[in-house]
Every structure is written in C-alpha cells, then in structure tokens.
C-alpha cells in the first residue's frame, strides 16, 4: 500500500496524512509544516538553512554525504612539450639530453664571436671618430624643476 506523502517546507522530513499543516501564502502557493516548531519559525522567518537540525542545513554542511556519494577523482594533467619559434621540438629535446657544462661552454663560445663581431666593426668605422663625433651631438640633461613647489621648504613668500 503506497501512503501520499509530502515535504515539509522547512525542515523536509516526510509528512504523513492527518498530521502537519498547510499555510498557503499570499502569492497562492501552499506550503506544508510538519510540526509546530516548523510552523513557528517559518512564520518568524526563520531561515532553514541556519537550524541545524534541518536538511538543508545539514545539505550546506556536508552531512550524510560519505555513504551516498564517493569522491571524485581529479584527472592529472599530462605535460605536452611544443616547439618554440626559434627552435624545433627535436632541438629541445637534445638541448635537454646534453649536460649542462656542454650548454655554459656553447654559451661562452658564442659570448665570444659576439665581442669579436663588435671589435671588429669598431675596427671597420675607425673607434676613436666615431666616439668624438658622438659626443659633441651629445646634450647634458638637465631637471625641469627641483620640487612640487620649486621653493625652499619652510620658508614663505608674504
């Protein structure tokens, strides 16, 4: 035999027939009140989700929860290696495989023909005019103002 039950509103324990009330609001909708105490404090507005002994509160709370629903996995995110704009992916890869004093000397050896490239264009443009040259189209800077008032401080100008 299946009995008709319904929810109280507040605290959403079951409502069996002959027992409960209906409050049915100024908007139309019915609302069922399994006791009194429910009664009471919806009509002093009390929220369902402050009492502790209601299901919404325990819902908000993480009550019950562990022998109805089991925890979720998190997926692991899987690292994928993509290729820069100045070197491919298998450059990164063997870059990675070599040992690191490989790497510093390769550094260093570069550093080098660098400053030879620069030695040699100083070279090429004559060092010592080129310098001269710059320095007499060179302007000293000089500040605009010295403070937000530009006055000594603690005197004034009567």
């Not at 609001?25 to 989700?49: C, E, N, V």
Request: aromatic content about 6%.
């Amino acid at each position: 035999m299946v009995i008709n039950t319904e929810l109280c509103a507040l605290s959403e324990y079951r409502i069996y027939p002959g027992n409960g009330k209906l409050v049915v609001r100024r908007d139309g909708k019915p609302i069922f009140l399994g006791s009194s105490k429910a009664f009471s404090l919806t009509m002093q507005r009390k929220k369902a989700a402050k009492l502790v002994w209601t299901q919404a509160w325990r819902r908000n709370h993480k009550k019950g929860m562990s022998e109805t629903t089991t925890k979720k996995r998190a997926r692991r995110t899987n690292k994928v290696q993509r290729a820069v704009v100045g070197a491919s992916l298998e450059e990164i890869k063997k870059r990675q495989t070599q040992k690191s004093d490989f790497r510093v000397k390769q550094r260093e050896a570069a550093l080098k023909e660098v400053k030879k490239r620069k030695a040699a264009n100083k070279v090429k443009s004559g060092g010592k005019g080129s310098s001269k040259a710059s320095s007499t189209n060179s302007f000293q800077k000089v500040p605009k103002h010295m403070g937000s008032k530009g006055g000594k401080r603690g005197t004034s100008q009567r």
